[in-house]
């Protein structure tokens, strides 16, 4: 299988595509996440500290950043996609 160059509009190219889907990702999933957790301390009347939002979106953003790593390995860009192939000795 021929290589590619890693062009500059090809790097751009993934790179886009992990940043966007990535910021967006871990805002909506960390508002989602800590608009659940602050309404449950608000019902519940539990003392509640910002701290563990800040963990609780950290844990989810690593999380997503993985999905999204594995969404770029398998999409099928315009001229070239990424492929995951044995070393050859």
Do not use: C, N
């Not at 590619?4 to 966007?20: G, K, N, Q």
């Not at 594995?70 to 001229?79: C, P």
């Amino acid at each position: 299988m021929p290589e590619l160059e890693a062009t500059w509009r090809r790097v751009i190219s993934v790179w886009w595509l992990l940043f966007w889907r990535g910021m967006l990702g871990s805002i909506l999933l960390g508002a989602v996440a800590g608009f659940i957790v602050g309404f449950g301390a608000g019902i519940l009347k539990i003392p509640f500290d910002p701290i563990y939002t800040g963990v609780l979106g950290a844990i989810i953003g690593l999380a997503w950043i993985l999905v999204v790593v594995r969404m770029a390995l398998r999409k099928h860009y315009q001229d070239f996609r990424i492929v995951l192939a044995p070393r050859v000795p």
